[in-house]
């Protein structure tokens, strides 16, 4: 069951994404908040401490980056460039999207195959209509298959 929005939980759709590329349409469902993020869940690889370090950047805009989940023990891979459209019964009401950053590989500390959650966007709702999602992603770095891509409509709110 892919639709958990029973009451007012904020997570609408949890379903996994097939690993190639492409378009992804979720199932309708009934907004009980007034908002959804949609995020694009992988699973990190574990990897050892060294090359984990290695992939952070040490500068950001010119200063120095500061980590504070050590050990790092396992890196997400980088998603491709994603594209999203929401209608509400039928009729375009929001689009976006976030280009895929090659280079950015993001560290874990946990390395037991944790699901890093990337935002690629976020839409308004009116509690009571009914959505669907329609998410575009194009090709990564890492083939998706090893790191078991879902795909998550959740509100950051807990009731309307």
């Known amino acids: 069951m892919t639709s958990c929005n029973v009451g007012h939980e904020t997570v609408a759709i949890n379903m996994p994404l097939s690993p190639t590329v492409g378009l992804i349409r979720t199932e309708e469902f009934v907004a009980m908040t007034g908002g959804y ?10 990897t050892d401490e060294a090359t984990c370090l290695a992939a952070r950047p040490a500068e950001f805009g010119g200063k120095k980056m500061e980590y ?10 980088p998603l491709g460039a994603t594209s999203w459209a929401v209608t509400r019964e039928g009729i375009p009401v929001a689009h976006g ?19 890093s959650w990337i935002s690629v966007g976020w839409f308004s709702t009116e509690p009571g209509a009914r959505y669907v999602v329609e998410v575009t992603v194009q090709r990564s ?3 998706l298959e090893q790191v078991h891509p879902r795909l998550r409509i959740e509100s950051p709110w807990s009731g309307p």
């Open 141 to 143: 770095e890492v083939p």
């Open 68 to 77: 504070r989940d050590r050990p790092c023990k396992a890196l997400t891979p």
């Open 97 to 115: 999207g976030v280009p895929g950053f090659p280079w950015q590989w993001l560290p874990s500390s946990t390395g037991d195959g944790t699901m």
């Open 37 to 46: 993020d949609i995020d694009i869940g992988l699973e990190a690889i574990p």
